[in-house]
């Protein structure tokens, strides 16, 4: 059913020989550090759905950033790096400066981890959100045309079973 090709990003996924969409969003962060005062002005650009493999390399670097023994690390470590994580693989085009700051893991002012963290879940919920609305609708589109199907058989049973 799925097959494997090289893609731009690596090996993806595709099915009928055309690769699945990524859907992306636009952020901006326009915010002052609370630690060092400094004001970061940056825009990223992340995924709105994360894949399976996101979520598993997501995991692994959970997981590295925690260590041998993740079940040890402190509640606010594991969450800190489960923040990281999620923006490392939700984050597609970030700026230099970012990139510079290990990704995250360098900077400073936590604040501005969380703020970006918070405006990534956004997006991603309220893509989350329109496609649980967009299949309700096919959902229900799909439900009255199968009703329209089943009441025009009646009818050409009816006509036909009336002329024998």
Same mark, same amino acid.
């Given at each position: 059913?799925?097959?494997?090709?090289?893609?731009?990003?690596?090996?993806?996924?595709?099915?009928?020989?055309?690769?699945?969409?990524?859907?992306?969003?636009?952020?901006?962060?326009?915010?002052?550090?609370?630690?060092?005062?400094?004001?970061?002005?940056?825009?990223?650009?992340?995924?709105?759905?994360?894949?399976?493999?996101?979520?598993?390399?997501?995991?692994? @670097?959970?997981?590295?950033?925690?260590?041998?023994?993740?079940?040890?690390?402190?509640?606010?470590?594991?969450?800190?790096? &489960? @923040?990281?994580?999620?923006?490392?693989?939700?984050?597609?085009?970030?700026?230099?400066?970012?990139?510079?700051? *290990?990704?995250?893991?360098? @900077?400073?002012?936590?604040?501005?981890?969380?703020?970006?963290?918070?405006?990534?879940?956004?997006?991603?919920?309220?893509?989350?959100?329109?496609?649980?609305?967009?299949?309700?609708?096919?959902?229900?589109?799909?439900?009255?045309?199968?009703?329209?199907?089943?009441?025009?058989?009646?009818?050409? &049973?009816?006509?036909?079973? *009336?002329?024998?």
């Amino acid at each position: 059913m799925f097959e494997q090709e090289p893609n731009r990003s690596g090996w993806g996924p595709y099915h009928k020989g055309e690769y699945m969409k990524q859907s992306s969003f636009s952020l901006n962060v326009s915010e002052r550090g609370e630690a060092t005062g400094e004001t970061y002005n940056w825009s990223f650009t992340a995924k709105e759905i994360l894949s399976v493999r996101d979520r598993i390399a997501k995991d692994n @670097i959970r997981r590295n950033l925690l260590g041998d023994r993740p079940e040890g690390a402190t509640p606010d470590t594991q969450v800190r790096a &489960e @923040i990281v994580a999620h923006l490392q693989v939700s984050l597609i085009d970030t700026t230099k400066e970012w990139r510079d700051l *290990g990704n995250g893991l360098d @900077i400073l002012d936590e604040n501005i981890i969380m703020t970006i963290y918070e405006k990534v879940l956004e997006g991603q919920n309220k893509a989350i959100d329109r496609a649980e609305k967009d299949a309700a609708e096919a959902k229900e589109k799909l439900r009255k045309t199968a009703r329209s199907k089943k009441t025009d058989e009646q009818k050409d &049973e009816g006509t036909s079973g *009336g002329a024998a």
